[in-house]
Nanobody, 121 residues
Framework: QVQLVESGGGLVQAGGSLRLSCAAS????????MAWYRQAPGKQRELVAS???????NYVDSVKGRFTISRDNAKNTVYLQMNSLKPEDTAVYYC???????????????WGQGTQVTVSS
């Protein structure tokens, strides 16, 4: 069974920085993508950034140039460095893992418990 544990959320002033971490435990297949999603009150959950096992990255337009996703495969950990934070970045941030074994097309999907990020103006 895979577990994802997030850390690093908190309260920060606009213009500040935070770094989120997500450690995955259990059996992680080598074909995988890790990602950060966020959900603000009254809004749908949205993809913020993703990174494949080959370190290919993708970002939502609103965070490009401010957020950086990275991973440490040896530690099965993904990070989200958030700079120049804005009040509209306030949300619960969720870690996500999608993975599959090389012999199967079936993807397993896992979520962390979420960590609150609050940006004050």
């Amino acid at each position: 069974q895979v577990q994802l544990v997030e850390s690093g959320g908190g309260l920060v002033q606009a213009g500040g920085s935070l770094r989120l971490s997500c450690a995955a435990s259990g059996t992680i297949f080598s074909i995988n993508t890790m990602a950060w999603y966020r959900q603000a009150p009254g809004k749908q959950r949205e993809l913020v950034a993703s990174i494949t096992s080959a370190s290919s990255t993708n970002y939502v337009d609103s965070v490009k140039g401010r957020f950086t996703i990275s991973r440490d495969n040896a530690k099965n950990t993904v990070y989200l460095q958030m700079n120049s934070l804005k009040p509209e970045d306030t949300a619960v941030y969720y870690c996500n893992l999608n993975h599959r074994p090389y012999y199967s097309g079936s993807w397993g999907v896992y979520w962390g418990q979420g960590t609150q990020v609050t940006v004050s103006s």
